[in-house]
């Protein structure tokens, strides 16, 4: 048997690959965490499919459900929310099922930096502007950042930053990042990105806390933070498009 990570994207049905669709529809078991998933991720299983919902569950327990499925020959579908190279836990699953000497793979999904960047409109690289994203968190009720990685040393950058796990400390977030980008950098939160429900907000450094702090956010939401997502109008051109750009016949 296989344990088959798939990306399940920002939570939207529509949004998995055709590779993960195939596999929900074959696998005997499928694990997902219901936590940030749109149900109708689930009507693709087969209707006799054991579904096993982990938000409930510790590794231990994850870890004996892919055990036993292996000793029943079961190929196991496991939804992993966005991508599974982004905080997934992929790395401690996967170290786990290589000792027990189970086969695995992984189906990329689409991250929900991407969902997000989508609703905006926004594209996160602008020529002459910003030219990097940082994918990062931040550390409330979860394990240590690293020293190296604290959210002042991207900041210096200038890059856009895109912030997981970390809604809950939005204020505290805006007030650290204004001396590198500026009080009015715009910033947007969004709030479950493609399923039913989803919110977006925008503002600025000054403000967004206050928004996000009425409305009661408080999880499946990224933050986006940088002049990238501001109108650009005026933004230089691509050399990838110049007509002056020397192009083979």
Do not use: K
Not at 112 to 127: F, N, R
């Amino acid at each position: 048997m296989t344990v088959h990570f798939i990306g399940a994207g920002p939570g939207a049905a529509d949004l998995l690959t055709v590779r993960a669709v195939e596999l929900l529809r074959t696998a005997p078991v499928c694990l997902f965490a219901g936590t940030y998933l749109d149900p109708d991720v689930l009507a693709y299983c087969a209707p006799e499919a054991e579904l096993i919902d982990t938000q409930h569950l510790d590794l231990d327990q994850i870890t004996d459900h892919l055990v036993r499925a292996d000793t029943a020959g079961d190929d196991v579908a496991r939804l992993c929310s966005g991508d599974p190279s982004l905080y997934s836990a992929l790395a401690e699953q996967t170290r786990r099922l290589d000792a027990y000497g189970i086969s695995w793979d992984v189906t990329p999904g689409v991250p929900a930096y991407a969902a997000a960047a989508a609703l905006l409109g926004a594209e996160l690289t602008v020529p002459e502007l910003v030219q990097s994203v940082v994918l990062t968190r931040t550390q409330a009720r979860s394990t240590a950042m690293p020293e190296r990685e604290a959210l002042s040393n991207f900041a210096t950058t200038g890059a856009t930053l895109v912030l997981h796990l970390a809604v809950t400390r939005v204020r505290a977030l805006a007030a650290e990042l204004t001396a590198d980008y500026g009080p009015d950098c715009p910033v947007a939160v969004v709030y479950r990105a493609s399923q039913p429900g989803q919110l977006v907000l925008r503002g600025t450094l000054t403000d967004i806390a206050d928004q996000v702090e009425d409305v009661g956010v408080r999880q499946a939401a990224v933050i986006l933070v940088g002049r990238a997502l501001s109108s650009t109008e005026s933004c230089a051109g691509s050399h990838l498009y110049d007509p002056a750009r020397l192009r083979r016949s």
